[in-house]
């Protein structure tokens, strides 16, 4: 007998026989999280109670005769009925649950598509659970790097967060409010640990472009090869292993807003050509395309190498040199801003409490003594080294002077004992070793850096002294 699938009221579906019906319902009821039928004009015939109490109705009846997409919004039934094709599997999404679906087209005896079902599994289906934890996995982590991407164009910091009221800071961050409304270059000078990053994220969140993205680029991280792409982007196919679609660069990305290039003293001397008719352009042309693409880009650069040094080597472009050096802040070292450390302290033990869940701890008089007397040759960021090993070595609630003696290397401004020359140069050398470790967090290539020698010598170095 036909299947007559014109629009009925619920409670006397398509008349099947008894217990065709009871069979077909007890079926769909039990089997299935839910099912839905519609007719060939797309509106809803039958809906299980589930799905109707799923959908949020108080009724199945209220649903019948409505356009599907009025009650499931991103529904594909309609799909179904166009290319009377069925979608055997898919994910559906619906208030924050996944439900994996089943859709299939009815035919009658002519083979024409006279409606189609939908089936919502449940997620708890055993074969389905292997399937399932995997989706979720990969739906959370599409998730955070979706979060991720979001924060990392947006400036965690301003200028309420850059602590301190000595003489030398207050003066860095007059010079940085200005900059922040004159949306010229910035070039900020610092030594490792100063707050670079910091105040460049400041100046942004203080201008007029806060509200467009922030992109950060660290030139010593990124293989000169991929640099340039990096920057400029490329076109569709235009280097080998390219993603066919092509790249959009940093300049692209932060078109609008601010784009901060550290360590600007590390670019390749092909790079620094091209980065200086960007500037004066404001045109980039990516890698591969012969179009030219306007930009609105404000670069902040900053670099802890001396770049007039690097000019006078030849190395760093004279005219780049210029034209990133319009406004150049200059970063005071911790050792210049001493009366700054009370300060720095609360607000670093303040920021290790939150993120650790501990309590909050406090520094002694004589452990802010200690501290004053250090060259701190990583700057805050070795501070914050020293206050989060000590906080983890003491359950005290206060951070003494004897706490810092075994974190802090022998680099007092003090008196120390007449002994042979070579003695007293190995035991300098050795201790600047542990110092540029300690600023770096223990990376030897860093602490080379830091010491400005290469990586062979510090290898040497630290064999010849015993470190090792
Ligand atoms: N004035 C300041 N107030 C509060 N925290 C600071 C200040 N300066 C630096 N810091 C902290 O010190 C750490 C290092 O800062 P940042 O990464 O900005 O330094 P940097 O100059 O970019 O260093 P590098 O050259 O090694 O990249 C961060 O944890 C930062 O929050
Ligand atoms: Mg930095």
Redesign the pocket.
């Known amino acids: 007998m036909p299947i007559d699938l014109s629009l009925t009221p619920h409670d006397e579906p398509a008349r099947l026989q008894p217990t065709l019906r009871d069979i077909f319902y007890d079926l769909f009821e039990r089997q299935f999280e839910g099912a839905i039928m519609i007719n060939a004009d797309g509106r809803v015939v039958w809906i299980n109670d589930r799905y109707a109490r799923l959908l949020g109705l108080h009724s199945p009846l209220d649903a019948i005769g409505l356009p599907v997409e009025a009650l499931i919004p991103h529904s594909r039934l309609r799909e179904v009925l166009q290319t009377g094709e069925s979608i055997l599997l898919d994910f559906m999404t619906y208030r924050h649950q996944v439900f994996v679906v089943t859709r299939f087209p009815i035919k009658d005896q002519d083979d024409r598509i006279i409606g189609a079902v939908g089936i919502l599994l449940y997620e708890r289906w055993e074969p389905l659970k292997p399937l399932m934890a995997k989706f979720k996995l990969l739906q959370a982590e599409l998730e955070q790097a979706r979060r991720q991407l979001g924060q990392s164009r947006k400036t965690r910091y301003s200028f309420d967060?850059?602590?301190?009221g000595s003489p030398a800071?207050e003066d860095m961050k007059r010079i940085a409010q200005r900059a922040a409304a004159l949306d010229t270059t910035v070039l900020l000078l610092?030594e490792?640990?100063?707050?670079?990053?910091?105040?460049a994220q400041a100046i942004h969140a203080a201008s007029p472009r806060a509200d467009l993205p922030f992109v950060g680029l660290n030139i010593a991280a990124i293989p000169e090869t991929l640099l340039e792409v990096e920057l400029f982007g490329a076109a569709g196919g235009a280097y080998t292993g390219a993603e066919r679609k092509g790249r959009d660069g940093k300049f692209k990305i932060a078109d609008g807003g601010t784009l901060f290039l550290?360590e600007i003293g590390d670019l390749s001397p092909g790079l620094q050509a091209k980065l200086l008719r960007v500037l004066q352009e404001q045109e980039i042309e990516p890698l591969g395309s012969n179009q030219l693409v306007r930009i609105d880009v404000r670069v902040i650069a900053?670099t802890?190498h001396d770049l007039d040094c690097l000019v006078a080597e030849g190395k760093f472009r004279a005219d780049l040199y210029y034209r990133l050096n319009v406004l150049p802040i200059r970063?005071p070292p911790l050792r210049e801003r001493i009366g700054d450390l009370p300060s720095?302290c609360s607000?670093?033990l303040g920021q290790i409490a939150e993120r650790t869940g501990l309590p909050r701890r406090g520094v002694a008089d004589a452990a802010l003594a200690r501290l004053a007397r250090q060259v701190w040759p990583g700057n805050?960021?070795q501070l914050?080294n020293v206050l989060e090993q000590a906080s983890l070595l003491s359950d005290s609630l206060v951070i003494d002077a004897p706490d810092l003696d075994r974190l802090l290397p022998d680099t007092a401004i003090g008196s120390t004992p007449v002994k042979p020359l070579a003695e007293v140069v190995a035991e300098a050398e050795r201790q600047a070793i542990r110092n540029a470790l300690a600023a770096v967090g223990g990376n030897k290539t860093e602490a080379a850096k830091l010491l400005g020698i290469s990586r062979a010598t510090f290898y040497e170095k630290w064999a010849a002294l015993g470190l090792g």
Do not use: Q
């Open positions: 967060d850059i602590v301190g800071c610092g490792t640990g100063t707050g670079k990053e910091l105040l550290d900053a802890s970063l720095l607000t670093i805050v960021r914050r």
